[in-house]
Structures are given as C-alpha cells and as structure tokens.
C-alpha cells in the first residue's frame, strides 16, 4: 500500500494492549508493505509483549508527549485502549486519520463514559462479540490478532489430561471444573511469564482453561481472551466459563485476516 506521493503508507500504533499492536503492525507491514511504528511504555509491558515496535521508559506525561510529537509525521494513527490520546491529536492535526481500537476492559460497559474520546476518532474498533453491548453503530468488530510466528502448532507429546489456567478472578470456579473433569491443573500468576516463555509452557499442556472475571465485574467474560487463542494456535484445546471446548485457531483471528481487515480499513480513511 502506498500513499497518494508514492511512499510506503506510515502507520503509528499508540499503546501495546495485549501485544495486538505488535501482530497487527509485524503482518501489516510483510503482507501489505505499509511502515508501522509502534510504541509503548516499559512500564505497562512488564512481560514483553511487545515484540514489534519499541518501549519507552518515559513516565505518563512524557509518554503523552511522544506520542502526540510523532503523530505529526504519520499518516494514520491507530491508538489502542490510550483513548484520551484522541482528542489531542485531533487538535493539533486537525486532518490526521486516527483509530481508535479497544481490546476489553478499557471498553466494556462504559461506551457512554467514553464518547467524549471515541467519538473523535474517524474509525473505531473493538474485538470480541460481547463489547458490542452499548457501542455505537459506528464502531466496527475487528478481530485480535494471534502472532502464529510465535505462537505455531507445536508437535511434541502433550501430559494427557493436563490443565494450565492464569488466575484471574475465577480460582474457585477453575478449581472445580478441573477437580470435576479428572484434569491436572496448573494455576499461574497473571503477568509471572514472560511473553517470550508462553509458547513453549502453553505445548506442555492439553487444555487452557479460560475462566476471567475482572474486579468489580459480577459475571464471567464470556469471549475467549488473548491468551487462550494463543494457546489454540499453539494445539491446546481452550475451555470457556462455560465448560465449551475449543479446538484450533479460529480462521477471523489468523494474522493474515486481521491484517487484510485493518488495511481495508486504512485505505478508506486515506481515500476520504
């Protein structure tokens, strides 16, 4: 894809969420032969998810700061989850194509909280099925990325009947489903494993276990997350809160998809 002066079209992601800025960028750029940037702060990317781009360890103002400067030399801006960036860099480039794009959390159920940012923005995207409830007719579903490069089918013997779960507000529930389904489960800290070392512990085991509640959430999310496609792409079958069991990465989550989506969507906004 190239701009209207014949160059490579520059595209500058804001924030690193679930590493999808990383995927979306890397695939972008070797399938579609745009010139991403993507940057993030090392002090929201403890486990080094972004492997595509680059950390900085500004605190918050400067960060701010950064982003806002190198808006200036971009041709589209795709911010994730950083909301409040938007406003700012419509202000001060007026004519500059921004995205906006949610990952979970930073979204659901506070869509009206929000509009102020969002509303900014010439594109908006979110992820999973279950943050439409309360978004807008503008914003459009665009599926997380899984990186296959790093995440590929792994081959190997796998411990029958073994379970690795990350702890995240379901202990409880997760402990009884494997107790009640015979599996050996393994339980880990959120944010213990380097992004690096997912691929290789996910291969040892048969199943994910996906079972999130955030805090101050009553309800179970009831999309699988990040990690539990990434543990599909790796071979493992993934369980939901439900007790659904998964198998193989679905097709809207490949790189390559996501990729031919997100530069559909930038050759509309360059188009006008």
Not at 25 to 40: N, P, Q
Not at 142 to 159: E, H, I, N, Q, S
């Amino acid at each position: 894809m190239l701009s209207q002066e014949g160059r490579k079209i520059r595209v500058l992601h804001v924030w690193n969420t679930g590493g999808a800025a990383s995927v979306i960028a890397k695939f972008s750029d070797r399938l579609y032969g745009t010139e991403s940037t993507v940057i993030a702060r090392k002090a929201a990317d403890p486990v080094g998810l972004t492997t595509y781009g680059r950390t900085y360890g500004d605190g918050a103002a400067r960060f701010f700061l950064r982003a806002l400067t190198m808006s200036g030399s971009a041709d589209i801006v795709q911010v994730h989850s950083l909301d409040r960036l938007i406003p700012w860099v419509k202000r001060i480039h007026p004519g500059k194509p921004v995205i906006m794009y949610y990952l979970g959390s930073d979204i659901r159920g506070i869509w009206d909280r929000k509009a102020p940012r969002w509303r900014r923005a010439d594109f908006v995207g979110y992820t999973t099925s279950d943050l439409a409830e309360g978004a807008p007719e503008v914003a459009k579903q665009v599926f997380c990325p899984v990186d296959t490069d790093a995440f590929p089918l792994a081959a190997g013997p796998r411990k029958a009947d073994s379970a690795l779960s990350i702890r995240y507000g379901m202990d409880a529930e997760v402990q009884r489903y494997a107790k009640d389904k015979g599996l050996d489960l393994t339980l880990v800290e959120r944010g213990s494993v380097p992004y690096s070392k997912m691929p290789e512990l996910l291969s040892r085991f048969e199943y994910f276990l996906d079972f999130r509640r955030p805090a101050g959430r009553q309800s179970a999310v009831e999309c699988l997350g990040k990690a539990a496609l990434e543990a599909l792409s790796c071979g493992c079958k993934a369980v939901d809160w439900a007790g659904r069991v998964y198998s193989g990465l679905p097709p809207e989550n490949r790189p390559e998809k996501v990729a031919a989506a997100w530069n559909e969507v930038y050759r509309r906004l360059l188009k006008g």
